[in-house]
């Protein structure tokens, strides 16, 4: 990992004295230097999405930890942080995440079908670079000293008083830099910003209803997540929240929630924000600095609004439609960040012994007819699985993939598309 941090920042170097620009460097060096970094990075990211995924689908197998059996770990314990001082492994506990999506997705970007090297096409920025990588074998934007903004149609409002966003973030730390040219000072991770934004229109200034960071200096594992938000009277307030055993170089999943007037920010299965009285917010802003330093990468982002309880939709349609358990793109991995979605059914279904739910997979239609009906089948099947092994009776559940067959908005768009990727548990 020296070698390529070193190489990293040689390339840079030499870029700075070519006169280079940010963007430049990416688009025609970075992609050299994050292929030599890739299979480093894949190894240390596969493992804990792998180990985070298998507590979803399997949480009684030995050696997992579970609401009931031994081995259970406070995720904020450090003992719960595992491996080497200088390659810590954080196991993650997301058995009481519950966090879910809203029901109806307004933006959604992937970053899938992206040419590398151009600016994201769904978004829009008021200053500053931003392009399309390849990263951890998958596409992602990359901010260079950019605020982007999701690109609508118009500047009107679109986040509502009942809303969410999530999004996955990586956090790049140049150890090189610190170790050699900082006096072993950690630089920080506080170098990008989420912005929830308060205005009638959406603009370049700062006027928010809520602002996200990590404040992070020195070396150590633990970090302090920093927020700020705005009351609907008075001046802005702040709060911390001390996150340990921080994994940098790795992804991790930033999901928020705001309910008529309270906020719940989550990082990874920790809940880091429950603020309680807040300003409504219209629009949602990323930042990102770009230096020798720390890079910062975002994908999966997602807003959602709407937020109806599952027993309500339940008794009036007869089904649940939900866009809260998410995969891997183009497998069956069901992501740990979906526990809260499965925690919920799972609930619904001891709460009533009677019901029973054909479990169905549904797709847009990218892709061939073949591998959505293949696909949708295994995402439809992992979730049962999961269900089981929450302590459901497999004979309460069928699963069936539905495949691209029965959309119920218009594929032509990114946002029908969105809509259309979802799951249904249909009463039967």
């Known amino acids: 990992m020296k070698k390529q941090t070193h190489f ?42 792998d180990q985070a995924a298998d507590r979803v689908l399997n949480p009684t197998r030995p050696g997992n930890p579970t609401s009931e059996g031994e081995g259970e770990g406070d995720p904020q314990d450090p003992e719960a942080v595992q491996g080497g001082a200088n ?18 997705i307004i933006f959604e970007d992937n970053q899938v079908g992206e040419k590398l090297g151009e600016f994201p096409s769904m978004w829009d920025t008021f200053s500053g670079a931003a392009e399309v990588v390849e990263f951890d074998g998958q596409p992602a934007i990359n901010t260079q000293a950019a605020t982007i903004t999701p690109l609508f149609a118009d500047n009107k409002v679109y986040l509502t008083d009942e809303c969410t966003v999530e999004f996955d973030i990586y956090l790049w730390n140049n150890d090189t830099y610190v170790n050699q040219y900082n006096n072993g000072e950690g630089v920080g991770l506080n170098s990008y910003e989420i912005l929830l934004v308060v205005g009638d229109e959406i603009s370049d200034g700062d006027d928010h209803s809520l602002r996200l960071q ?6 150590g594992s633990n970090q302090e997540f920093y927020y700020q938000w705005q009351p609907p009277v008075g001046d802005y307030r702040e709060g911390t929240y001390e996150i340990k055993g921080l994994q940098r170089d790795a992804w991790h999943h930033i999901a928020i929630s705001f309910n008529k007037r309270a906020y719940k920010v989550y990082f990874d299965n920790q809940r880091v924000a429950n603020i309680p009285n807040a300003k409504a917010p219209n629009f949602l802003k990323l930042r990102g600095n770009y230096d020798y330093q720390r890079m910062y990468f975002w994908r999966n982002i997602r807003i959602a609004k709407g937020a109806v309880p599952l027993a309500t939709r339940l008794q009036s349609e007869g089904k649940i439609v939900t866009y809260a358990i998410t995969f891997d793109v183009g497998k069956a991995t069901i ?20 019901i029973k739910f054909e479990v169905q997979g549904h797709c847009d239609n990218t892709g061939s007819t073949a591998t959505n009906d293949k696909l949708s089948q295994q995402r439809a099947e992992a979730i049962v699985a999961a269900l089981v092994a929450k302590g459901i009776d497999a004979s309460r559940l069928t699963a069936v ?15 029908g598309r969105a809509k259309n990727r979802r799951v249904e548990f249909v009463k039967k």
């Open 214 to 219: 990590i404040d992070a200096v020195g070396v």
């Open 8 to 49: 990293i920042v040689f390339i840079w170097l030499l870029a700075c004295s070519t006169g280079v620009s940010a963007q430049g460097f990416l688009g025609t060096l970075g992609k050299r230097v994050l292929d030599r970094a890739k299979q480093k990075v894949e190894e240390k990211v596969d493992q804990t999405v």
């Open 87 to 104: 390659n810590p492994q954080v196991v993650i506990n997301w058995n009481n995440y519950d966090f879910v999506s809203g029901d109806e």
């Open 401 to 415: 993939g539905k495949g691209s067959k029965e959309p119920i908005a218009d594929n032509a768009t990114d946002e």
């Open 335 to 354: 992501k740990p960040e979906s526990t809260g979605e499965i925690n919920r059914i799972t609930k619904i279904m001891t709460d009533d012994p009677s």
